[in-house]
């Protein structure tokens, strides 16, 4: 499938659930731009406006090429106009922007946009039934709004750092960071999620609307009964490593290979036929491990005798008697096993795609997955300013001579 | 605030983005219940159907006075009716829900809700225009989709657990789980987002849709550039504990009463004032230290260093270095500390609020912020059937004798 930029940015399926809908981008980083990635992936035409030198997601992680490969997918189905805000004459075309978009998402530092001519008033008088939809680390208002915004400290105050580590008393090793952009892009979702029910509010009511997302307070909505049982018992959650407070067996065991192994043994039944698969069918009646409650308050003497098994297979062996014998299992995929699994390959969420810029490569599919088809990307990350011409001549209607004098101030 | 169940459950201010839209659940566990409590939180009318014996998370977690108090959030802005699924009668109850329903979200395994006479056919033949969204471990197809699906599974599956771990040779500890139900959750967010689209093209077209949800791919969507990494260049992403593969110094730190602190030094000016906080300047000319790459090389040694540093200092007499020298940290937050935090306070994020069942207890606010106000609960998680006789009589118009026949022969 080649989907080389220039044709289709914009121009989704119309059966594509936001087809028709114009959304505007001043973002960077992963917060604002994954929002509208999601967006674009459901089918709206995303304009993305970057400062002239790009931004700097285009350089982050590994490079090929001499650009990021993750741009290829954090870009896909956009358009990028390059536009530097700081220059008389960008105001102008932001708000010219606004007049035909339905949603703006942003990711500067609360009042930064104010600040540059484009606070709400100005957003609102170009666009009277703008939703806006902004992304920050603490949110808009409140004592902290102005702290500069850390995705690693965001996870931290969120409460999600604290609970991703080992038991207390296990290791003196730090609290491990979630090994992605977990607030950054929970964040991003939610800033979809409140864009496209503002806009179902638009066509209700008429009427324009403003989503605030603090990168904290996603991370914090997912600490589930943390705060009432706090609230009530004054019980303060801590951190299990690799087990679950409330089942065993659940963990992940290591194979003879070195393979991280998850087996999830917790029930009685299951245990049962795990104990048996181990040529250990004693444990199953012995009192430390009968019964859930005796397995939780037993698990670390449970893991090990486990461990001790899982170490004399390798995990290719593990995971057949495991299989065979009925017990849910998997081993702890790499980006290699997934872009090899057969389930991921059939629903279309490893896709290989022929990208302008870079050639060959592999894009996710589209979550959720909407009609029962899996969506092809309509386009890869464009380069900076790609969509200039296009975007202010074919769409704003710029006179050439225009565009060339905005080039020549440096605004683009 | 009192905020009695029985009351106001399904009336949300007519301002609220989904107000005037009704969500039928037939969910149970995290994924689809988070997904309707979300679009509950933004105003939709939710309606749970739950077996007689309650949703299990209703006894999940710690408990008080009987209960979860998580389910005391959980299962908010919703109205509660039990239905046995398996009873001759449940079925027509749930088509007459559905008829006057705009969405259906489920989380049954792929293909049970047909088994029991509610497959789509049924369903749109009740309610044509209805927008359906189900969510499942694997998919509604492909060769794993009758799978059982554990969250730690389908979390390991989508890649997350495999880069939640300390880096390769530092350990023999396992990788850790994120210490909450993150494929779960972040799957509910999803469905919210594709109900919401859904509706949002139904507005336009008149036509409903389907939502297709898989927590393994919820995960996998969460990686970043790791696919078209893999894809191009054949990296594949491995953990890095509590640092950040791409910028140092950026790690959770121990001060000498054992907590954690995070600090993000990762840039030249930051580094010189934390060497020099430190006392150290001269670290901020080593080597080994100058520069963001050779910080990133010698990262170890250069975490060493500070957590050597940090060692002699308690947390608040080290966060108050770090604050006065303004060098971006944080403590690792517990759920104390987030119901303590001025910010989390002064946006809503955490009220307290008066549960019918369980007194006074915190709730965590709405997500995203809507129109610059912290949403109120509207009410808290009701007892199993609460609201039967207001759904089943006021809402379908069912007699009192329909009823109560349902209810002597243990539909409800």
């Known amino acids: 499938m080649d989907i080389s930029h220039t044709s289709v940015a914009g121009q989704a399926d119309a059966r594509a659930p936001l087809a028709g809908f114009r959304i505007l981008e ?3 980083y992963v917060a604002a731009p994954f929002a509208t990635r999601l967006l674009a992936d459901l089918g709206a035409e995303v ?30 189905n956009k358009r990028c106009i390059s536009l530097d805000l700081k220059k008389p004459g960008a105001r102008e075309v932001v708000l010219d922007l606004v007049r035909g978009c339905d949603a703006l998402v942003e990711n500067y530092r609360p009042g930064q946009l104010a600040k540059l001519g484009l606070g709400e008033e100005a957003l609102r008088a170009a666009r009277p ?10 949110g808009q208002d409140g004592p902290d709004r102005d702290k500069a915004a850390f995705g690693v400290i965001g996870e931290a105050i969120g409460g999600l750092r604290h609970l991703t580590n080992h038991a207390p ?7 491990v960071r979630v090994g992605v952009s977990i607030g950054d892009s929970v964040a991003g979702i939610y800033a979809a999620l409140g864009v496209v029910a503002a806009l179902l509010r638009r066509a209700r009511t008429g009427a324009g609307g403003d989503i605030d997302v603090a990168l ?4 914090f909505s997912l600490l589930e009964g943390a705060l009432p049982e706090y609230g009530t018992l004054g019980t303060v959650r801590q951190p299990t490593g690799g087990a679950i407070a409330t089942a065993a067996p659940s963990n992940a065991y290591r194979s003879r290979d070195g393979i991280w192994v998850l087996i999830a043994g917790n029930s009685d039944p299951l245990w049962r036929k795990l104990a048996g698969l181990m040529g250990r069918p ?7 491990f009968v019964g859930n409650q005796h397995r939780v308050a037993n698990a670390r003497e449970l893991d090990g005798l486990i461990n001790a098994w899982t170490g004399t297979l390798d995990a290719e062996a593990l995971e057949t008697a495991l299989r065979e014998a009925n017990i849910p ?13 057969p389930q991921m390959r059939a629903r279309g969420m490893v896709q290989e795609v022929e990208d302008g810029l870079l050639g060959p490569i592999l894009h996710p599919g589209v979550v959720p997955r909407v009609d029962g088809v899996p969506n092809a990307p309509r386009s890869t990350g464009p380069a900076v300013g790609a969509d200039n011409d296009a975007v202010l001549g074919e769409m704003l209607g710029y006179e050439p001579a225009h565009i060339a004098a905005l080039r020549e101030g440096g605004v683009l």
């Open 26 to 28: 001043l973002g960077h």
């Open 47 to 76: 304009i993305k406006v970057e400062p002239p030198a790009g931004d700097p997601v285009r350089q982050w992680g590994a490079r090929y090429k001499g650009s990021a490969p993750w741009w290829s997918v954090h870009a896909r």
């Open 129 to 138: 039934d703008l939703v806006i939809a902004r992304i920050s680390g603490y």
């Open 169 to 175: 008393g296990t290791t003196d090793l730090p609290p």
């Open 216 to 219: 904290t307070e996603s991370v």
């Open 282 to 288: 004693d444990l199953a009646e012995d009192p430390r």
């Open 329 to 341: 299992h998997t081993r702890v995929f790499t980006v290699a096993d997934i872009a090899a699994d």
